[in-house]
């Protein structure tokens, strides 16, 4: 099925270990996202980048890195886990114009 | 600062009673509105969105919104709950059209 693709579904981490959070969208969409959702917090935006080629900081981005490979993929990296990353983290595409997002099933991850 | 809020963070119905759930913002224009639900465990879907015109509008499952641009308000309704709308509410706006803010999230509750 069309839509956004996020792997892994689940991961433990120890503190101070890195990892890579993937993401693939294949509706063509210009622009990708990477949120944060805590409880009682909603969601907030870490990065996001507008068109390929290009990547932003969004509301909370220290201790994250990302990458546009290429226009499908957006990827989010932790360099150094803390236990304040552990989180829901949620990808999501926009095409060009103002529509609404379409969101990955999200990742779950605990940084013990 | 710009803000979404959704004061209720918490709501019980009984299923057959309508529902309203509130969403405030603080811009100093019109943005672009957007109400998403998500079920337990999984991603965001799009309930419905408002860009311009008819202030009243439908969406998915039942759903509508109305815009009123006076009291800075899109609240979310439906007249007649069922028990599969269970779930967490999220309001989200959108002003520069590069990215969107989120409300805290309203946790809906349906009893039999």
């Known amino acids: 099925n069309a839509g956004v693709t996020q792997t892994p579904k689940f991961q433990v981490l120890k503190t101070g270990q890195s990892m890579t959070l993937q993401c693939a969208q294949d509706m063509n969409h210009n622009s990708m996202y990477w949120y944060r959702q805590d409880p009682g917090m909603g969601l907030r935006l870490i990065y996001y980048?507008?068109?390929?080629?290009?990547?932003d900081k969004g509301e909370v981005p220290n201790g994250y890195n990302v990458s546009r490979l290429n226009k499908r993929e957006f990827s989010l990296r932790l360099e150094s886990a803390a236990p304040s990353q552990t989180s829901v983290y949620f990808c999501a595409s926009r095409r060009a114009g103002n529509y609404g997002y379409t969101f990955g099933s999200g990742t779950r991850l605990t940084v013990v | 600062a710009q803000s979404v809020t959704q004061p209720d963070i918490h709501i019980t119905v009984s299923e057959g009673a309508s529902l309203e759930l509130r969403c405030n913002y603080s811009y100093g224009a019109t943005p672009y509105l957007f109400w998403y639900v998500q079920s337990p465990g999984q991603g965001l879907q799009l309930l419905l969105k408002?860009?311009?015109?008819?202030?009243l509008v439908q969406g998915i499952k039942g759903f509508e919104a109305e815009f009123k641009r006076s009291q800075s308000s899109f609240n979310l309704r439906k007249p007649s709950v069922h028990w599969s709308d269970a779930a967490e509410y999220f309001c989200a706006v959108d002003q520069t059209g590069n990215q969107f803010y989120f409300g805290t999230g309203t946790s809906l509750t349906v009893i039999p």
């Open positions: 408002y860009f311009s015109g008819d202030t």
């Open positions: 980048s507008a068109s390929e080629g290009t990547t």
